[in-house]
């Protein structure tokens, strides 16, 4: 059954954040557990996120992200069940926010964490299979991100009638039968055996920030 449907959310192309925080939000705090391939923010990037308007979310109740959901699914108790299917962003420094930066930089090293961190957008795509039976596999997970806004946009208007129009019951239990194929592989032979299966672009992920 094709059950899946897209959002009308989108990426929003602007890299950058350029309000520098203010007296009430300095704290001294530097950019601990700074992740440098993904998209979970430090605390020092939250507060420039707050300081920008910007909504944050958390995921797994403690990592958080600026993301939205690009994929959902109503709810199903078992089958081919979405895991999730998200449109992420990481965003630079510009104007006034960067001048503070500087300045920290000049008497705090770890501040260029921040400073050369590489605008990035990212598409995340989980699909898992469960049943009755005890059969649990990951479908396709699919991630693929990039530092060049419409290129990923583009991405984007391909996958969505592609992930839209599968029947992802019957690709699961298909795959099913194909698992003496697939399960002996490790992660990333998996996904790209997948991704032929499916008939889409490999993938792309945990490209590094930093400049």
């Keep these: 059954m094709q059950d899946l449907a897209t959002t009308a959310h989108t990426f929003n192309p602007n890299p ?8 009430k939000h300095v704290t001294w705090v530097t950019p601990d557990l700074f992740d440098q391939d993904g998209y979970d923010l430090c605390h020092v990037e939250k507060l420039y996120a707050d300081r920008n308007n910007v909504q944050l979310h958390t995921i797994r109740g403690h990592r958080t992200a600026l993301y939205q959901d690009w994929v959902v699914q109503a709810y199903k108790k078992q089958g081919a069940v979405l895991n999730h299917g998200y449109l992420f962003e990481r965003k630079g420094y510009t104007g006034e926010a960067r001048k503070q930066l500087e300045q920290w930089a000049a008497k705090e ?3 260029y964490k921040m400073l050369n961190i590489k605008p990035k957008w990212g598409l995340d ?10 059969n649990t596999f990951e479908v396709l997970h699919w991630e693929y ?3 060049d806004h419409d ?7 391909k996958m969505d009638p592609i992930l839209t129009s599968i029947d992802w019951d019957d690709a699961a239990k298909q795959l099913l039968k194909k698992k003496d194929e697939w399960y002996p592989l490790d992660y990333f032979e998996q996904s790209d055996y997948k991704c032929r299966y499916f008939g889409i672009i490999e993938d792309r992920w945990k490209m590094v920030v930093w400049e």
Aim: hydrophobic fraction near 30%; avoid cysteine; aromatic fraction near 22%.
């Design 109 to 111: 090293p770890v501040f």
């Design 125 to 134: 795509f989980s699909m898992d299979y469960y049943d009755s039976d005890g």
């Design 145 to 147: 991100d990039g530092f």
């Design 16 to 23: 950058y954040w350029d309000k520098p925080l203010t007296l």
């Design 151 to 157: 290129e990923i946009n583009e991405i984007k208007q």
